[in-house]
């Protein structure tokens, strides 16, 4: 089965730029978690999408967004880039619950290194 | 306020050597995991502990989670360079869908 793919892996862009990250979760995962990685603040969750609707959200501003399609395949969105949004953006898929999944396991892809100049 | 905080932050030891990451909070969680993470990749999922003073075992590596749920523990016995990562513990609180994590324990260890 293959894994999560995130695309693109690597890219650069300028201050007030936006950006659009692309995730295809597990095959028959439904939930999918965007994280953001840096070195000062760790690994921090940014929001998760199941059945194309955004169920939990972390503690970032409205810049960041994102949507899942009915294919379960997932966007995230940064708009009016500032050179703190460089970092690396993780996607992760799990199977839910009702779907047999268990304690909220998560799936990550090799994520896409973001760098805002 | 980091509502996980895991220690040592950053350990290089030798191959062979044994060690401890630590995982604590004073919240209960429904649920621990433990990722590895290596340069260039996503954190890979080690491990998911549920019930209090729960000890797994995978190979070398023992994991247990505290009684009270509050925290946990990574123990590695003769460590090898293939270790070498960043080692990640998250905790869900109840069935919120929502993992927190700690922030994470470098380990490097050398020949």
């Known amino acids: 089965k293959a894994g999560v793919t995130q695309t693109p892996r690597y890219l650069i862009k300028t201050r007030g730029q936006q950006v659009t990250l692309s995730c295809s979760p597990i095959s028959g995962h439904r939930s999918v978690s965007w994280y953001q990685q840096t070195p000062g603040q760790g690994l921090q969750f940014l929001f998760e999408y199941f059945s194309e609707t955004q169920r939990n959200k972390g503690n970032f501003p409205g810049r960041f967004s994102g949507r899942q399609f009915s294919n379960s395949r997932s966007e995230m969105n940064v708009s009016t880039l500032e050179l703190g949004d460089s970092a690396l953006y993780l996607c992760?898929?799990?199977?839910?619950?009702?779907?047999?999944?268990?304690?909220?396991?998560?799936?990550f892809g090799p994520g896409t290194r973001l760098t805002v100049l | 306020t980091q509502l996980l905080e895991q220690s040592p932050q950053f350990l290089s030891i030798q191959e062979g050597e044994n060690l401890t990451v630590y995982c604590n909070s004073s919240s209960v969680f429904s649920s621990l995991q433990w990722y590895r993470q290596e340069p260039g990749e996503g954190p890979v999922l080690l491990v998911t502990v549920v019930t209090g003073g729960e000890v797994k075992k995978l190979k070398r590596l023992t994991f247990q989670f505290g009684d009270a749920r509050k925290d946990s523990s990574l123990h590695i016995t003769a460590a090898q360079t293939g270790d070498t990562g960043l080692y990640l513990c998250a905790g869900e609180r109840g069935n919120t869908g929502k993992l927190i994590f700690g922030q994470g324990t470098t380990l490097q260890v050398k020949p």
């Open positions: 992760a898929s799990s199977l839910t619950r009702l779907a047999g999944g268990r304690y909220n396991e998560q799936f």
